[in-house]
Structure formats: structure tokens, C-alpha cells
């Protein structure tokens, strides 16, 4: 039959605004966690990462805060501006001897003129 | 520095076929990761391969197969093309375990 394709959440923001991707990650073994822009057509593109000894991390325009009591990543986009819109994922990777990364299902991130 | 390159970008394959898709990793990364992406299923890991040894494998049927060279040139190789086989494949390549860089990725379309 016909596959359905993911319900993903959305959020629509004016331009200008803050902008903040909620993320709840599955593993409590995780210790690496990075966030991801995908826009149409194109591969993932690398925003900003985190380890799990750091509850918060800064980069140009992005932070990227950790909660490990909830399990539960945010991405906070400062001044979204119209090249912002984008699908974006987080991602975990466990450590040890796993190297592979498990993405939630993303979050459409609209941004209004 | 030149990314992570992936070719094709585009590929149509018939139920039955087998394809080939090639990756070539940032100079320097010696991991190469594989993920298919579909609606349906979101991103998913298929496998990682490190100085030519594939140390993690996702789910996915024996169908689906991939390998590395000594220049950590990465290849994936898919046979008896389904129809649900059809998505973008995304290959990655890391220094070590920290900062994946994803390529454009392959669509393949099965008909």
C-alpha cells in the first residue's frame, strides 16, 4: 500500500523573531547530539553539536541547549531570517563502539517576511 | 576544502536491477556512513565503515550491501531493486566520531 509519510511538526515564525526546535531524544545512553538543516532537495546540513558534559553550546546566531534529566534537545534560532526556512533534525549517537547517528523525525521551520 | 561528494545525484533503476552509488569522503575523514531518507521512514542509518571494515549495520535485508577503499572512498550497492527502495541516499564522513558532513545525497527512483 501507499507509505504515509511522517507527520512533522511545524513552526511558522515572523522574520525577526526567535525561533526555538524542540527535540526529545530516545536514548539515555546518548552522549553526542547534533542538529541538523535539511532544505529541500539538498543533504543535511551541519548546524551545531553538543557532548553530553555540556548543558549548553553557542554558535553564530544558533545555541543548542541539553537537558539530560528529560532527555530533550532544543535548537534556538536568534533573528530567523527567510533563509532559515528548513526542515531541521537532531541527531544521537550513543558512543562506545557505536557509530552511528538516530535522527528524530525533524521539525519544517517556516519563516514569514 | 571539497565536501563529501556523492554520484549520481540522479538515478532510475527497474524493479529487478541492482545500482551502485559512490561516495567520496572529506580529505582526511576515514568514516563513511550510509542513510536512506524517505518520507515514509525519516533518516535511516544503514551502514558505517571505517579503514575498509563496516563496524555498525542498521536494519535493513542483505540486499543491501556497501564497501570501502584504501583511499576511504565509500561505495553502497543495492540488488534486486525494489519499488520501496526508492529515496535519497545520504553518505557522511567523519574525522572520528564527532561532526558527521553529509554529501547532496542520490535519489534513486525504482519504476
Known amino acids: 500500500g501507499e507509505s504515509v509519510g511522517l507527520h512533522l511538526p511545524t513552526l511558522s515564525v515572523q522574520e525577526g523573531d526567535n525561533s526555538i526546535i524542540n527535540c526529545a531524544y530516545s536514548?539515555?545512553?546518548?552522549?553526542?547530539f547534533i542538529w541538523y538543516k535539511q532544505e529541500s532537495g539538498k543533504g543535511p546540513q551541519f548546524i551545531i553539536d553538543?557532548?553530553?558534559?555540556?548543558d549548553k553550546r553557542q554558535g553564530q546566531r544558533v545555541t543548542v541547549l541539553l537537558n539530560k534529566t528529560v532527555k530533550h534537545l532544543s535548537l534556538q534560532i536568534a533573528a530567523t531570517q527567510p533563509g532559515d526556512s528548513a526542515v531541521y533534525f537532531c541527531?544521537?549517537?550513543?558512543?562506545?563502539?557505536?557509530?552511528?547517528?538516530?535522527f528524530g523525525k525533524g521539525t519544517l521551520l517556516t519563516v514569514n517576511p | 576544502k571539497a565536501g563529501v561528494t556523492q554520484t549520481p545525484r540522479y538515478l532510475i533503476k527497474t524493479r529487478g536491477q541492482q545500482v551502485t552509488l559512490s561516495c567520496s569522503p572529506i580529505?582526511?575523514?576515514?568514516?563513511v556512513s550510509w542513510y536512506q531518507q524517505t518520507p515514509g521512514q525519516g533518516l535511516q542509518f544503514l551502514f558505517e565503515?571505517?579503514?575498509?571494515?563496516?563496524?555498525n549495520k542498521g536494519n535493513f535485508p542483505g540486499r543491501f550491501s556497501g564497501r570501502q577503499f584504501s583511499n576511504s572512498r565509500s561505495e553502497m550497492n543495492v540488488s534486486t531493486l525494489e519499488l520501496g527502495d526508492s529515496a535519497l541516499y545520504l553518505c557522511?564522513?567523519?574525522?572520528?566520531?564527532?561532526?558527521?558532513?553529509f554529501g547532496s545525497g542520490t535519489r534513486l527512483t525504482v519504476v
Open positions: 536514548n539515555s545512553a546518548s552522549d553526542y
Open positions: 580529505s582526511g575523514h576515514r568514516s
Open positions: 553538543i557532548r553530553s558534559n555540556m
Open positions: 541527531a544521537e549517537n550513543i558512543g562506545g563502539s557505536n557509530y552511528k547517528l538516530t
Open positions: 565503515y571505517f579503514s575498509e571494515t563496516q563496524r
Open positions: 557522511a564522513s567523519s574525522l572520528n566520531r564527532y561532526g558527521y558532513t
